[in-house]
Nanobody, 126 residues
Framework: QGQLVESGGGLVQAGGSLRLSCAIS??????????MGWFRQAPGKGREFVSG????????SYADSVRGRFTISRDNTKRTAFLQMNSMKTEDTSVYYC?????????????????WGQGTQVTVSS
C-alpha cells in the first residue's frame, strides 16, 4: 500500500524532545484515508505499539508508557504523519517504525499493518 519513509531520529538527552516524520509516497488513496501507526523495537525485544491515528475522524491512541509525553498528528497535504516526543526517557531508546493501512478501523497490532517504513533509530542518553 505504499512506500513509507521515516525521518527525524537521533540522539537526545533524557528530558529532551524529538519529532519523527513518516511520509507515504504511494498515491492510490488520499492520505487522509490511511490509518497511521508508530511502533518501536528495542534490541532483543519484540515490536511494540507506540501511537496511532485512525483515518476516519483522526481519533488517536497511545501506549500507556508514552501517553502524555508523545503526540501523534498528520498533515494530509504533505502526506506525512508525525510523532512528537517530549520528556523523553532512556527507556524510549528504540528503532521507531511507522506503518500504514488504508481504510483501517481496527486495533493497532503489528499484524494489522501491511506497509512499514525502514525504521529510524532513537537513542536517549542519561
Amino acid at each position: 500500500q505504499g512506500q513509507l519513509v521515516e525521518s527525524g531520529g537521533g540522539l537526545v538527552q533524557a528530558g529532551g524532545s524529538l519529532r519523527l516524520s513518516c511520509a507515504i509516497s504511494e498515491r492510490t488513496f488520499p492520505f487522509d484515508m490511511y490509518t497511521m501507526g508508530w511502533f518501536r523495537q528495542a534490541p532483543g525485544k519484540g515490536r511494540e505499539f507506540v501511537s496511532g491515528i485512525w483515518w476516519n475522524g483522526d481519533s488517536t491512541s497511545y501506549a500507556d508508557s508514552v501517553r502524555g509525553r508523545f503526540t501523534i498528528s498528520r498533515d494530509n497535504t504533505k502526506r506525512t504523519a508525525f510523532l512528537q516526543m517530549n520528556s523523553m526517557k532512556t527507556e524510549d531508546t528504540s528503532v521507531y517504525y511507522c506503518a500504514a493501512r488504508a481504510f483501517f478501523s481496527g486495533d493497532f497490532y503489528t499484524g494489522s499493518f501491511r506497509s512499514w517504513g525502514q525504521g529510524t533509530q532513537v537513542t536517549v542518553s542519561s
